[in-house]
């Protein structure tokens, strides 16, 4: 399958913790996605990270890829309640034109 | 700016009837479409994706269709609702380079009784 995990499946921390979510995957990708979906809405685009890169930040959220280890993990520092939400990681493989998307971290953020 | 609409936002049917779930993009020409499927506190498996009109690529067999109309117009469907066809259904463009962002309308939640 081409589907990876996150981990961990889901995740509480107090508001101004950092939450950190991780994300594996199992074939050659050309990017990693991450994405956002707050209950019963469609899902938000939050970064883009190509394979040839190992990091990228936007505003409170790093990216982080290791291609060696087939993982990625997104960083939310400073979290606040409004975070609370599932991430959701998505594969983009070359010679496929759809992404795939992991089963997703449910992110709770207790003000 | 370009926005994307899908209806309706909820929907409960019986087993054994039609369905159609439509989806339109405005601001944008010639995009990418996707039809993704979402069990509750699941992930999204993807069902559908067109490049063009009239052209249609299914991911997985199942009870349900697709077809795209127009540039900008893309339809789920299916005669006979069973019970598994229940889910958050959810629509999303991207420009035509491989493997580019998505975005996603709001979803329809299908309840199949």
């Known amino acids: 399958s081409q589907q990876g995990e996150e981990d961990p499946q889901a995740l509480s921390i107090q508001e101004g913790e950092n939450a950190t979510m991780n994300c594996s995957y199992k074939t050659s990708i050309n990017n990693l996605q991450w994405y956002r979906q707050n209950s019963g809405r469609g899902l938000v685009h939050l970064i883009l990270?190509?394979?040839?890169?190992r990091e990228k930040h936007s505003g409170r959220l790093r990216v982080t890829l290791d291609t060696s280890k087939k993982s990625s993990s997104l960083l939310i520092t400073a979290s606040r309640a409004a975070d609370t939400a599932s991430y959701f990681c998505?594969?983009?493989?070359?010679?496929?034109?759809?992404?795939?998307f992991g089963s997703g971290t449910r992110l709770q953020v207790q003000p | 700016s370009q926005t994307i609409h899908q209806w309706p936002a909820t929907l409960v049917q019986p087993v054994g009837s039609p369905l159609s779930l439509e989806c339109t993009v405005e601001g944008t020409s010639n995009p990418n479409l996707y039809w993704y499927r979402q069990a509750a506190g699941r992930g999204l498996q993807l069902l559908f994706y067109s490049v063009g009109i009239g052209q249609i690529s299914s991911e997985v067999p199942q009870n349900l269709s697709a077809s795209r109309p127009q540039d900008r117009q893309f339809i789920l469907s299916s005669k006979k609702l069973l019970l598994s066809d229940s889910g958050f259904y959810l629509c999303a463009w991207s420009v035509k380079r491989e493997s580019e962002k998505l975005f996603f309308g709001s979803g329809t939640q299908l309840s199949v009784l």
């Open positions: 990270i190509r394979s040839n890169e």
């Open positions: 998505a594969r983009g493989v070359t010679g496929r034109r759809a992404l795939t």
